[in-house]
């Protein structure tokens, strides 16, 4: 069935400097690919979307890419503050098979200060 | 506009009993998805209801159902409860029924299995 992996599942890095994670999905129908932030005793929010006819789309200080041959796409936060620590999960639907989106496992962003 | 509601937030259960969480969707929202979240396995797709009608469920057993009432308000239910049944559980809504957009989650119901 369909699968998306998400690595790293736990990333650490200096304020100031960048973070990037990465998934892969296996269902070639995918067509859209967003990314959301879940931050302590919250439910997950999005951060940014992708749909299959873009290749890279940037807000401020995130980026996200997409390769759809590789089926590969990634995050990329710039500038990083303490304020991104949080879990981040990719994800990836398609609307064949049915209407679901399916999530990576997360990763676990550490902003030091 | 009020967002995703799910209650309760918080309960703990016994082995073999039986549970029922509820969420009531964002106003006009028709599409509503549950996930469960546990550590280390990120958001397990669990259905999806779309005007009352489920239109894809996720690698759970039977023990999982849920539905979704002409309000667009959802509800799950497990029955004959197991340890590994202990996690969050998310319900989202999405505004169209179509390819992708955004889900709106709530804040979950956490429960706990003894």
């Known amino acids: 069935g369909e699968n998306v992996e998400q690595h790293p599942s736990t990333l650490s890095v200096q304020e100031g400097d960048s973070a990037v994670i990465k998934c892969t999905y296996s269902d070639s129908a995918s067509n859209y690919f967003p990314w959301y932030k879940q931050e302590l005793g919250k439910g997950p929010q999005l951060i940014i979307d992708i749909r299959s006819n873009v290749g890279e789309k940037k807000d401020q200080r995130i980026a996200v890419t997409l390769n759809k041959t590789a089926k590969h796409f990634s995050l990329h936060i710039t500038e990083t503050q303490p304020e991104d620590s949080a879990v981040y999960f990719c994800?990836?639907?398609?609307?064949?098979?049915?209407?679901?989106?399916?999530f990576g496992a997360g990763t676990r962003l550490f902003v030091k200060a | 506009k009020a967002g995703v509601t799910q209650t309760p937030r918080y309960l703990i259960k016994t082995r073999g009993q039986q549970v029922t969480l509820s969420c009531s969707p964002i106003?006009?929202?028709?599409?509503v998805s549950w996930y469960q979240q546990t550590p280390g396995q990120g958001l397990q797709f669990l259905f999806e209801y779309f005007s009352e009608t489920q239109r894809n469920k996720g690698n759970f057993p039977g023990r999982f159902s849920g539905r979704q009432f002409s309000n667009s308000r959802s509800e799950m239910n497990v029955s004959t409860l197991e340890l590994g049944d202990s996690a969050l559980y998310l319900c989202?809504?999405?505004?169209?029924?179509?390819?992708?957009?955004?889900?709106?989650f709530g804040e979950g119901s956490r429960l706990t299995v003894l």
């Open positions: 989202a809504s999405r505004a169209g029924g179509g390819e992708g957009g955004e889900l709106f």
């Open positions: 106003s006009g929202h028709r599409s």
């Open positions: 994800a990836a639907h398609a609307a064949t098979g049915g209407f679901k989106t399916i």
